[in-house]
């Protein structure tokens, strides 16, 4: 059973508008949650992470957390075509082992 | 330059081969990890280590061996026994181990194939 949940897409997005993408998780003792971005064929890079409840703005981009409910968002405003890529969520619970989601692609288009 | 390396950028093996990913980390950082990605799926974590001679199996370590005699250093070997090694073979490094944040960053990766 897989831990951290995410809707594999594409999710296609105007240029311009705002790309809304959520992931849930099994574990209540997670403790950090990371947002990496991956390009085809690149590996990931680290765009943000968020330890509280609530929102953490960084640029274009803000992390949603809900504990209570178990879910963390990652919604890009003014979306580019450079944003054009999979969005992986990382969960980290005890210990200092991160657990990946399966990614959502997401498609921005001019 | 500060980074990550990860040597070779491809790499081909053949059937019973043992093979050896190289990677290398200058930023101090304590932990260093490695993680194997198949195509259209997440990360699955294979080894990690969070103090040099010592490392920890993750969810998928059969068939794969490990080392960490420096900190900066973290080599991983694919051997015979791994029946489905063709992937993306990824290292990270945080540099806190230990703490709730653990940001981990990545290396530029090697992808292995078997002929």
């Known amino acids: 059973q897989k831990e951290v949940e995410q809707n594999s897409g594409p999710l296609s997005v105007p240029e311009g508008a705002i790309a809304s993408l959520n992931c849930t998780y099994s574990d209540r003792g997670s403790q950090s949650f990371f947002w990496y971005r991956q390009y085809s064929g690149k590996s990931p890079e680290l765009i943000m992470f968020i330890y509280s409840n609530g929102d953490k703005e960084d640029g274009r981009f803000t992390a949603q957390l809900n504990k209570a409910s178990q879910y963390v968002s990652l919604l890009i405003r003014d979306s580019q075509p450079s944003d054009s890529a999979t969005y992986l969520c990382?969960?980290?619970?005890?210990?200092?082992?991160?657990?990946f989601g399966g990614g959502t692609r997401v498609l921005v288009k001019p | 330059d500060g980074g990550i390396t990860q040597s070779p950028k491809y790499l081909f093996r053949k059937e019973g081969q043992n093979v050896t990913l190289s990677c290398e980390q200058n930023?101090?950082?304590?932990?260093m990890y490695w993680y194997r990605q198949d195509p259209g799926q997440g990360l699955r974590l294979i080894y990690y280590s969070q103090i040099v001679n010592d490392f920890q199996k993750g969810d998928i370590a059969e068939g794969y061996s490990v080392s960490r005699e420096k900190k900066e250093s973290f080599p991983l070997t694919v051997t015979s026994a791994q029946k489905n090694p063709t992937a993306f073979y990824l290292c990270?490094?945080?540099?806190?181990?230990?703490?709730?944040?653990?940001?981990?960053?990545f290396g530029p990766g090697t992808r292995l194939t078997v002929l």
């Open positions: 990270a490094s945080s540099p806190l181990a230990g703490t709730r944040y653990n940001e981990q960053f």
């Open positions: 990382a969960v980290k619970a005890a210990g200092n082992k991160l657990t």
């Open positions: 930023l101090n950082h304590d932990a």
